[in-house]
């Protein structure tokens, strides 16, 4: 199995904290990881990481087979994909969804002078299609709903086809409608072999998309439990991953959990 992406004892330190201690993470070409933990526990910090937006205080980090460090990273940047609000926020007011997920191919935020040939405009709209958006291309992204955007995010974010795809709690702010609707195209996604390695990163288990096949749980920094979803994904972990003691249940393909 190739190696997507590798953490070889990572750690984040600020002042005499650590925001993620001795982490070592291997994610293959083929896995589906779903990153759990409660806020703070450095999820974030994990995937800002992962998209070579934050280089670790210690430790190595190889990201498509390319040493974090030794490597032209805006060479390495269109190969990774990334859907979170935090992207969300940096869209211009005005921009189109059409023009949100096109001009993820220039690594732009909207649409400025560049021209943009048929066949990216083709690729956005069939993106915008697999995702439910195909309706919306000709509105702003400003006036489109959390459930909207969160789908032309995504769209965005699989633009340049990249090789690893970065999910920061896709599924955030959505009502139950929005939030299955999601889930269940993440899963569709998820299933194909043709999709990219895939990390999601959420606090819910009922954001827990169908055919994700691999689990990392975090705690202050730490790695609690990781592997196999079905071995990682269970009461004990969750327990110690969110100090609480916790009902799990599972329907299917399906996880929720209740404080005990
Ligand atoms: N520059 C910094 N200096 C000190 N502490 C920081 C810094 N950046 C982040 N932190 C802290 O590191 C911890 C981990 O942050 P991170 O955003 O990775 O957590 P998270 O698991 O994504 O949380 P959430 O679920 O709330 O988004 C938090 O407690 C945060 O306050």
Avoid at 52 to 65: C, S
């Amino acid at each position: 199995m190739t190696a997507v992406l590798a953490f070889d004892d990572v750690s984040v330190i600020r002042g005499a904290r650590h925001l993620l201690k001795n982490v070592s993470w291997s994610v293959g070409e083929d896995e589906r990881w779903i990153v759990m933990g409660a806020n703070g526990a450095g999820k974030s910090t994990l995937l800002r990481i992962a998209s070579t937006r934050l280089f670790p205080t210690r430790g190595a980090v190889d990201v498509l087979g390319e040493r974090m460090g030794k490597v032209d990273l805006s060479e390495l940047r269109p190969a990774i994909g990334v859907s979170s609000a935090l992207l969300g926020r940096e869209m211009r007011e005005e921009e189109t969804a059409l023009n949100a997920v096109v001009s993820a191919s220039y690594g732009m935020t909207g649409r400025w002078r560049e021209h943009y040939d048929a066949d990216d405009e083709r690729r956005a709209l069939q993106l915008l299609n697999q995702w439910g958006a195909s309706t919306l291309l000709s509105r702003r992204y400003s006036t489109l709903s959390e459930g909207e955007r969160a789908r032309v995010l995504i769209a965005r974010s699989l633009m340049s086809d990249p090789e690893l795809l970065l999910l920061d709690e896709p599924a955030a702010g959505l009502d139950l409608a929005g939030r299955e609707d999601l889930v269940r195209r993440l899963g569709a996604f998820a299933a194909s072999p043709l999709a990219p390695a895939m990390v999601l990163v959420t606090h819910h288990l009922e954001e827990i998309p169908e055919n994700f096949t691999h689990a990392l749980l975090l705690r202050d920094g730490e790695v609690v439990a990781q592997g196999p979803l079905e071995e990682t994904v269970t009461q004990g972990n969750l327990e110690a991953t969110f100090g609480l003691q916790l009902t799990l249940n599972r329907q299917g393909s399906r996880f929720s959990a209740f404080a005990r």
